[in-house]
């Protein structure tokens, strides 16, 4: 046994030499390329992740370090213990996972969980399915960009939407067997903070997550230049295009998919000008958006590393809210009749490429958190009254029964 761990410990360090190996090659071999790539991976930085991304990683420090998570979630218990069985605390994190984008709800779990808000339990649910794309992503940058049609930008959200909240259905029994052996929320959590060092911190903190954020974007945006560079996507694409020819995809949507598994920005720039039917180019787009990539992944990582998470719910949900996007943008494709080509409908809507600004997609991911918010407050109070009443009523019959 020891020989054959130390077999697979040479060859473990043997494929990491060799891939750095030839990771140092590419870039003696592509040097312009490769600067090209990473001023590209900076201007994404610069002119979308970080104005993006910023505010909201410091709203969510905020919202955690004031302790008002715990006042959401004594409000809105009632609607995410039956829906996800995770405390009502939570809801922060579900709801800023759907309006901040990547990566900000897996954020703000690890904080709560950290805070002593939810338990290990309970955070390892909600990674499974609050880490999810933005509006502001998914209406401008591929519903207006790449497919030029905000009406595909709304079914993707909300194929989007529901995939994660199915997910989020289906993980509510993970780990109940833990619960009850060590699984239990901490029984003090961090006290609240005063407004000035909270937002003090809220700002440190946000400051060094955009840095990592931003380093794993731009070593992403150079690693998928070389690939592609060197020929291996298309050699990968080649050998897995002979394996799926017979679903109906070919060696340049295989190539597509790698892509998009790899890094998401890539991935969906890749379907403008696909002359493939809309509906399979929306279900591409739909997965690649669940999956989320390979770099956002690894941002994720670097805030789960230290807080002795598990990652499995996490890949797990992943790979199924990916999987179910497609499914779900396929259907609705189908259903709103979207039969033509995706080329046919960005040669017709030219025009509207830049009709959403950021500015509008950020006040409709605004919009969006308080019509959610509305909606848990007001679902939440119905139950506190129906349980109110049930409580009044089991009282007067068990004094008539006196």
């Known amino acids: 046994m020891v020989k054959v761990s130390r077999i697979k410990r040479y060859v473990y360090d043997f494929a990491v030499f060799a891939g750095l190996a030839l990771c140092a090659a590419a870039l003696l071999l592509y040097p312009q390329e490769s600067i090209g790539a990473a001023k590209n991976g900076l201007t994404l930085c610069f002119n979308v992740i970080i104005p993006s991304l910023f505010p909201f990683f410091v709203l969510s420090s905020m919202i955690v370090n004031l302790g008002f998570a715990r006042y959401f979630g004594r409000a809105l218990e009632p609607v995410m213990r039956p829906l996800f069985n995770v405390g009502g605390a939570c809801s922060t994190a579900f709801v800023l996972g759907f309006i901040g984008g990547y990566p900000v709800g897996a954020r703000t779990v690890i904080a709560l969980y950290k805070n002593g808000t939810c338990s290990k339990t309970e955070a390892e649910r909600m990674l499974s399915f609050c880490n999810n794309s933005g509006p502001a992503f998914i209406f401008g940058v591929v519903g207006a960009g790449v497919f030029a049609s905000s009406s ?113 920005s890539s991935g969906v720039a890749s379907l403008r000008g696909a002359t493939a039917s809309l509906y399979r180019s929306m279900a591409t787009a739909a997965f690649m958006l669940g999956w989320a990539g390979l770099s956002i992944h690894a941002q994720v990582l670097s805030f789960i590393a230290d807080s002795g998470l598990s990652v499995k719910t996490y890949f797990f949900g992943k790979l199924l809210h990916g999987l179910l996007s497609a499914v779900f943008a396929s259907i609705l494709a189908r259903i709103f009749v979207f039969r033509l080509p995706a080329g046919v409908y960005l040669a017709e809507q030219v025009r509207a490429m830049a009709s959403l600004s950021f500015g509008a997609a950020l006040q409709i991911s605004c919009l969006s958190a308080g019509l959610i918010l509305i909606f848990f407050i007001i679902t939440a109070r119905r139950a506190k009254v129906r349980r109110e009443a049930h409580k009044m009523q089991g009282g007067k019959k068990r004094s008539l029964k006196k």
């Open 152 to 264: 595909v930008g709304l079914l993707l959200y909300l194929a989007h939407t529901v995939a994660s909240v199915c997910v989020g259905l289906l993980f509510r029994n993970w780990g109940a067997g833990q619960e009850a052996t060590g699984g239990t929320r901490r029984s003090i959590a961090a006290a609240a903070q005063p407004f000035a060092p909270a937002f003090t911190d809220a700002v440190k903190s946000s400051f060094l997550s955009m840095l990592n954020i931003c380093a794993f974007v731009l070593f992403f945006t150079v690693l998928i230049s070389l690939l592609t560079l060197t020929g291996l996507i298309p050699a990968l694409s080649a050998a897995f295009g002979r394996l799926f020819a017979p679903l109906g995809f070919d060696r340049e949507w295989i190539e597509r998919l790698l892509t998009g598994i790899i890094e998401l």
